[in-house]
C-alpha cells in the first residue's frame, strides 16, 4: 500500500460524526481544479492532538466528546506517514494532529476519493508500506 502522501497541503473541507469520524480534505491546483477530493473515515479509537498540543483519547460514535476535531476544519496537512501495520499519523499547519493505529478485530481507516490511492486498513493491520 502506499502512504497518502497527496494529502500534504490539502484541507479539511468538512467534519462529520456518526458511529464513525469523517474528515473530508480538498487540495487545489491552479491550472485543473481540484486536485484532490477525498474523505478519511475512522472507525475504531484514536488519538487527537490539538494546537496546544494536549492530547485526546477518543472514540467514534461518542457523541459530543469528539468536539476537540471540529478543531480540524479550514486546516491544512503538513505532514502524513503510515507505520507499524497501518499506523496513521497526520500534522496539521496549527500543530494539532492525528493518529489511529490498527485494530485487532475491526477495520481501522480507510481513504477514498479522487486525487488519492484508495486504502483500507482492516483487522490486524497491513504490512506493506511504499513511501
Known amino acids: 500500500m502506499k502512504v497518502p502522501a497527496a494529502l500534504?497541503?490539502?484541507?479539511?473541507?468538512r467534519?462529520?460524526?456518526d458511529?464513525?469520524?469523517r474528515l473530508s480534505f480538498g487540495a487545489l491546483d491552479p491550472d485543473e481544479g481540484y486536485r484532490l477530493d477525498a474523505e478519511l473515515v475512522l472507525e475504531t479509537p484514536f488519538l487527537f492532538r490539538d494546537a496546544a498540543g494536549e492530547?485526546?483519547?477518543?472514540?467514534?460514535?461518542?457523541?459530543?466528546?469528539?468536539?476537540?476535531v471540529l478543531?480540524?476544519?479550514?486546516?491544512?496537512v503538513t505532514a502524513v506517514d503510515v507505520s507499524d501495520r497501518?499506523?496513521?499519523?497526520?500534522?496539521?499547519?496549527?500543530g494539532a494532529g492525528?493518529?489511529?493505529?490498527?485494530?485487532?478485530?475491526?477495520?481501522?481507516w480507510h481513504l477514498t476519493g479522487h486525487g488519492i490511492n484508495g486504502t483500507?486498513?482492516?483487522p490486524g493491520g497491513e504490512d506493506v508500506w511504499n513511501r
Open 19 to 21: 458511529q464513525q469520524v
Open 8 to 13: 500534504v497541503g490539502a484541507r479539511v473541507e
Open 98 to 108: 492525528l493518529w489511529i493505529g490498527p485494530d485487532p478485530q475491526f477495520e481501522s
Open 71 to 76: 478543531a480540524l476544519f479550514g486546516q491544512s
Open 120 to 122: 483500507t486498513v482492516g
Open 55 to 68: 492530547w485526546y483519547e477518543l472514540d467514534p460514535g461518542t457523541g459530543v466528546s469528539l468536539a476537540p
Open 15 to 17: 467534519t462529520a460524526f
Open 86 to 94: 497501518g499506523a496513521l499519523a497526520i500534522d496539521f499547519h496549527d
